[in-house]
């Protein structure tokens, strides 16, 4: 894969606070929802937190086909990961992203029930940038 095209999306991802979440509904149907980027280490692993008693975790739990969106609008880049999300309700995964003021969302802290981590595993990625559309595997990030 291209250097330059792996260094702009890295670039694109470093930069994001915000990434659209991609999720299929009860009948079927994509949902998408803009989400605060929690963490990413790897290109093909990406954090989210979450409450347990949200809609999108019930359908991740029935469907972990999933998609994430990172884009810089002023310069019409993106960069479309696809994969599957698992709900992590474990400590360790959970206090890996836990961050000082996360208890305003979850009084009970990193061990709230109601809180969760989405684990995003990308398969593929599409990047968009200009007239350049191209889809690899994320094996060759």
Known sequence: ???KIISDIRDLRDKCSIAYVGSVNEAGFPQVKAMFVAEHGDMRVHYFST???SKRAAQFLKNPKAC???CN???FKGALFTGTIEVCTDHDTKAFIWHDGDEMYYP???DDEDYCVYKFTA???NYYHGLSNVTF???EL
């Open 1 to 3: 894969m291209d250097k």
């Open 51 to 53: 409450n347990m008693s």
């Open 68 to 70: 994430v969106y990172y």
């Open 73 to 75: 609008e002023r310069e």
């Open 108 to 110: 009970g802290g990193v």
């Open 123 to 125: 398969e593929t990625v």
């Open 137 to 139: 595997s994320a094996d």
